[in-house]
């Protein structure tokens, strides 16, 4: 009886190393193959999984790579800030500790710049420099010991009087505008703006409200989950306007007039979402999405449309999810260092009082422009663009000095929309003022 011995492979290596060069760095990516001999199929399957394991390898230095294009999209500045010192200390330190930011992106956005300068055969792509090197301010921190103030001469109308400026320093991590994805990344912008409430409705036929409330409740809990305020009732500074369209396709037990008589046992149903988000103070549209789906049933025309709906909502949170989010946060960043639209509804006020409110509000600081102006008989409604905060013009709205006007009472505590009235002080400048009208007619009958 022949003797059968076991069947070993032919193929047989020699171990010595195969490199692979990536930049400077140098990857062991498998054992080459030299000669043929006898190997057990054991060695052979240890060589596999090497020749596995080697193929991943070069996957760490990518990792690497990306976390250093990250860290070059951000940065820590020292800015310095300046404000003129009056008796208002808050106000004067806000002041000087907000030109300290702006100084900090300043510095920031001229490195990025410097940085990212590219295009064809050395020739500037402009908007794409400029899109790329806009930044904000990611966190800062005071710089202990760094307030101080400075006397300097002034003149006003020939006379000399000594002004003070304060300054004061931050350290600011300075991030790009494209690296913001979560409202964690503008935490501090988010807080200056007084936390921008969202109000979201969906509207649709009568028949359909019930879906349309469904989907309000899906997209409501997915920006609730992104850590943005729903306002339910009362104020919000941004409303998100949505309309659901529903269209059946298909009825249930319409065999006659449906292809293969395929209605005789399914519906079938189209959704159409459409979602705007438009600024309630500025009136601006900030986005438009559309988003539509498909549903069907084989048990009746109502569920087939709540299928419908329901996927309209989810492929809008599926392929917008993210655009919804990044464009909101890059708006509210645009509007806290660029300017943002500031609402004053004041009631109770006198004309010449509104003459004054309005050369007020112009010579405050961060005024860029009136955008609206409406006013009747005691009401005014100022529509104007600043960089300063609202809770800054909150306080000086409440604080007026009665050469000015007087201070206002202030009706609602958040938001860029500010309603107020005249205060008892600004009701007695303004009969007072009337009194002096009437005591000077009166002089002047009596002169005749």
Known sequence: MPNHRPAQSNITLRREPCVSRTGSAETIVGWAIIRTTEVSMCALRSIIVLLVLAICLPVAPLAGAQERVAAAEEMT????????????????????????????????????????????????????????????????????????????????????????????????????????????????????????????????????????????????????????????????????????????????????????????????????????????????????????????????????????????????????????????LVRWVHERQEGHTVVIKATGLTIPQQNALREAIRSTRGFHEFTADTSARTALSLRYVTSADTRTIRRWLSNRPAREGGPLVLHNDRGPIIICSASRTTRSVRNYTSTSINLQASGKHASH
């Open 77 to 328: 500045v020292v800015g310095e800030g300046r404000a003129a010192f009056t008796g208002d200390v808050v106000a004067s330190e806000e002041e000087a500790i907000w030109d300290a930011k702006r100084d900090a992106v300043e510095q920031a956005a001229g490195v990025f710049l410097r940085s990212h300068q590219f295009g064809h055969d050395f020739t500037i792509e402009r908007d794409q420099i400029e899109g790329r090197s806009e930044g904000f301010i990611r966190r800062w921190k005071r710089i202990e010991g760094s307030r101080r103030i400075e006397s300097i001469a002034s003149q006003n109308d020939g006379i000399h009087s000594p002004a003070r400026i304060l300054h004061i320093r931050i350290r600011a991590r300075i991030a790009l505008l494209p690296v913001v994805k979560r409202l964690a990344d503008i935490a501090d912008v988010y807080k200056d703006l007084e936390r921008p409430r969202l109000r979201l409705t969906i509207l649709s036929e009568k028949k359909n409200n019930e879906l349309a409330g469904r989907t309000r409740s899906a997209l409501s809990v997915a920006l609730v989950a992104e850590g943005f305020e729903i306002a339910d009732s009362g104020p919000a500074e941004v409303e998100l306007r949505g309309r659901l369209d529903i269209v059946p396709t298909v009825h249930l037990g319409d065999r006659a007039s449906t292809p293969y008589g395929i209605g005789e046992s399914m519906a079938g149903c189209r959704a159409v979402l459409l979602l705007e988000a438009v600024s309630i103070a500025s009136e601006d549209t900030l986005l438009s999405i559309k988003s539509d789906s498909g549903g069907g049933s084989f048990a009746s025309d109502i569920e087939a449309a709540q299928e419908a709906a329901s996927g309209a909502a989810e492929t809008l949170l599926r392929d917008h999810r993210s655009d919804i989010i990044q464009r909101l």
